[in-house]
């Protein structure tokens, strides 16, 4: 939380690099034939699919700048007193970037007209920042491994590693990718979608909402030297903007399948080859409500999976069950006889359990049990099953062009997601036949934002968006809304006395330690897992050219709430319970080696080594605030040479709580806990997060005549935990 650490980076580079975060500029230097500046050229660029147009002057230096433009490809037209007309084609502009377009003009009439094609810039002039750029095309058609997920595509960056699933589809059903890149902490990184940050709080090295792809227009991955306005981030800052409407009607339709009907069955599947079926269909449209003026896209993507997965697992044969172990190698002994420390025990009669002893629950939780499906005592059952995933994107967003000197946009992304997992023994639960756990999720995420960019003048702009996040998830077990153990099964005291629906659901019987035989019941204690998250960012951008000066300033505000409710054991059992049986209670101290078999005997007589619970009383909240300002001068000291000086201040205030506001902190010499907020306590215990998070922002690009430019940058940088514990602080 503290973030104190203060990064160094030195770097130097000749790749393209980024400029304003959300929008793109066009900067350059207006020249007769002599090498002299132009003064009062008259600058317009416009876009002809939007009707959307720009003008400016050049200053006594002959020097223009265009800023906060949408990306997309602009016409450029100089005109001025005395000289021919210049037109330049297919201007591309992207978001994150400074192009520069330096104009050498010829004497003539301004009737006279110069028209050229534009060509792609392969260097960045203005800029020390280093960044990938990653546009529709490539992002449409570069090769996406099975969800379709445009941060695939991050493998592409220098010094980042391949991007992986990291958690459960059901707390996770967007399969948002993990990467750290240049050896940066993976939660260190930060996506914003069309300038809203996307945080999933409690995994945050995730994305709370992931775009399909055919909905992204531009992917924008800063990697170092970050401008000023760039922050919250220690590793890439990856800029998304999705896709807009145009004066023309465009769209797509897309069907993906992929399917297991040449694929292999599984060695130690003895039954039918388990269905693996995922189809990705879609379409989006895009187009004009009103030409020139107001424009919608709407995109929608829906996943079907049904992912095959087998199980092998173990479980107790017909003689075993009925408390026969007369054809092992294995020495039952009666718990009930002997010392309590487990010496002096006699053995059961044959190494047989009488019947009178077999404990009544465990012959109802053996009774749904399947039999073996092969022979042997180990690896004798399996089963297959398709885990379930159906999921909907919808994303819509609306542009309207008020005037020359006004845009504003607005967008909603919804994500609606269930998941679906049995367990291998069907009604014994057990095994998950799915990579995750046993049970169903809900998972609903939004995503709404609202941007402007204001010209002023054209020389002071003024640009912004306020954004909100809701992700809501419900993930729920084995058993689910019943009573298993306390109805069902009549343990006393469990299911938290059966007075909260959330304490429902099947405990975990575990035998030897799940090592021989499957775990029976629920498979984990980490459900059921009740989320709820609210994220609120607000961003103000305002820049000024004065003379050869690119002054701009900025503030982003972000509020986090978190509402979490998971008992989550930790291996405690959870709000079901859990109940291990070890080998020990029908063994003999000192006597012979235990088997899986003393384990299972101790099942059937119904004595665990240990039972355990967990319960919640109260939901864990979470809210934080994360602010930053900036300060950045972009100086053309000369045609050939751009200094920027910028300096970022960030904040980090104390993590608060609901109710009484504070935080806890254990003390281990006299195990309490102690409340802040609660009494004389303060709400930070005495703990403060750092006010000196100054980060300042050097960089100088030198164009040369002969050689490809360079470029040097020197930043510092911050990283930081949105939660404790969620990330480790390192240098980079």
């Known amino acids: 939380m503290r973030g104190k650490l203060l990064v160094f980076f030195l770097c130097f580079t000749i790749s393209r690099v980024g400029g304003q975060v959300l929008y793109g500029s066009l900067t350059g230097t207006i020249q007769d034939a002599s090498g002299a500046a132009v003064l009062e050229a008259e600058v317009t660029i416009a876009n002809a699919s939007t009707g959307q147009s720009r003008r400016t002057v050049t200053n006594p230096s002959g020097i223009y700048s265009l800023l906060d433009l949408s990306g997309g490809q602009y016409d450029l037209t100089i005109t001025a007193k005395g000289f021919r007309s210049y037109t330049r084609k297919g201007v591309e502009i992207s978001v994150n970037t400074v192009r520069r377009e330096d104009v050498t003009l010829e004497v003539g009439q301004v009737t006279e007209g110069i028209t050229v094609s534009a060509q792609a810039q392969t260097l960045q002039t203005d800029k020390t920042d280093l960044h990938t750029d990653l546009n529709a095309d490539a992002v449409a058609n570069l090769p996406l491994p099975h969800y379709r997920n445009f941060q695939t595509l991050v493998n592409l960056v220098p010094g980042a590693t391949p991007g992986v699933l990291q958690n459960s589809l059901q707390t996770s059903p967007e399969r948002g990718l993990s990467t750290n890149v240049n050896g940066v902490n993976r939660n260190n990184n930060a996506t914003r979608i069309d300038g809203v940050l996307s945080i999933y709080l409690w995994l945050s090295s995730h994305v709370a909402y992931v775009p399909p792809a055919e909905t992204v227009e531009t992917v924008n991955i800063s990697t170092n030297s970050f401008d000023a306005e760039q922050g919250m981030a220690g590793g890439v800052e990856m800029n998304v903007v999705s896709k807009s409407g145009t004066n023309d009607l465009h769209g797509s339709a897309f069907a993906f399948n992929n399917n297991s009907f040449a694929g292999a069955k599984n060695f130690f599947n003895s039954g039918k080859k388990p269905l693996t079926n995922v189809n990705i269909d ?54 009930g006889t002997g010392n309590p420390d487990g010496t002096g025990r006699t053995m059961f009669p044959n190494n047989i359990i009488p019947a009178s002893r077999l404990d009544p629950t465990a012959q109802k939780i053996q009774s749904v049990v399947p039999l073996p499906s092969a022979s042997g005592v180990t690896g004798n059952y399996s089963n297959s099953a398709p885990q379930v995933l159906n999921r909907d994107n919808f994303d819509t967003k609306v542009n309207y062009n008020h005037s020359d000197t006004q845009t504003f946009w607005g967008k909603y992304s919804v994500m609606n997601a269930n998941t679906g997992c049995v367990g291998g023994l069907g009604a014994a639960g057990g095994v998950p036949l799915c990579q995750g756990n046993i049970g169903v999720s809900d998972v609903l995420t939004q995503v709404a934002a609202i941007g402007f960019a204001y010209t002023i003048s054209p020389t002071l702009l003024w640009d912004g968006t306020i954004g909100y996040t809701r992700m809501a998830m419900n993930v729920t077990g084995f058993g689910y809304g019943q009573s298993i153990p306390l109805t069902t099964l009549g343990i006393p005291g469990t299911n938290g006395g059966n007075t909260d629906i959330r304490n429902s659901g099947a405990p975990q019987f575990v035998i030897d330690g799940g090592a021989s035989y499957s775990q029976l019941g629920g498979d984990t204690d980490t459900r059921p897992y009740f989320y709820k998250q609210d994220s609120y960012s607000l961003t103000q951008n305002l820049d000024w050219t004065k003379s050869k000066h690119d002054l701009r300033f900025g503030f982003e505000g972000i509020r986090h709430h978190m509402n979490f409710y998971s008992p989550d054991g930790g291996g405690g059992g959870g709000p079901q319970g859990q109940f291990a049986f070890t080998g020990g209670i029908t063994g003999l101290k000192g006597g012979l080696s235990l088997t899986q078999f003393n384990a299972y005997a101790a099942f059937l007589l119904g004595l665990p ?124």
């Not at 020139?292 to 092998?312: D, I, S, V």
């Open 282 to 335: 879609g379409f989006t449209l895009g187009g004009p409500i009103k030409k020139n003026k107001l424009f919608f896209f709407q995109g929608w993507e829906g996943t079907r999976e049904r992912q095959g997965y087998t199980a092998l697992m173990t479980v107790a044969t017909a003689d075993q069950r009925l408390g026969n172990f007369s054809a092992y190698k294995a020495a039952i002994f009666d718990p």
């Open 609 to 732: 080594q240990t039972d355990k619970e967990t319960l919640q009383y109260e939901p864990f909240t979470a809210y934080n605030y994360e602010f930053a300002w900036y300060a950045r001068d972009r100086w053309q000291v000369t045609p050939k040479l751009t200094l920027t000086l910028g300096v970022r201040y960030e904040l980090y205030p104390m993590m608060t709580r609901a109710g009484r506001g504070g935080i806890e902190q254990y003390n281990p010499a006299t195990n309490l806990v102690a409340l802040g907020g609660a009494g004389s306590n303060p709400s930070g215990l005495g703990i403060t997060t750092s006010h000196k998070l100054f980060a300042p922002r050097v960089g100088l690009h030198i164009g040369l005549e002969t050689q490809p430019s360079s470029a040097a940058a020197m930043e510092f940088r911050m990283t930081r935990c949105r939660l404790p514990g969620h990330c480790a602080v390192g240098i980079h």
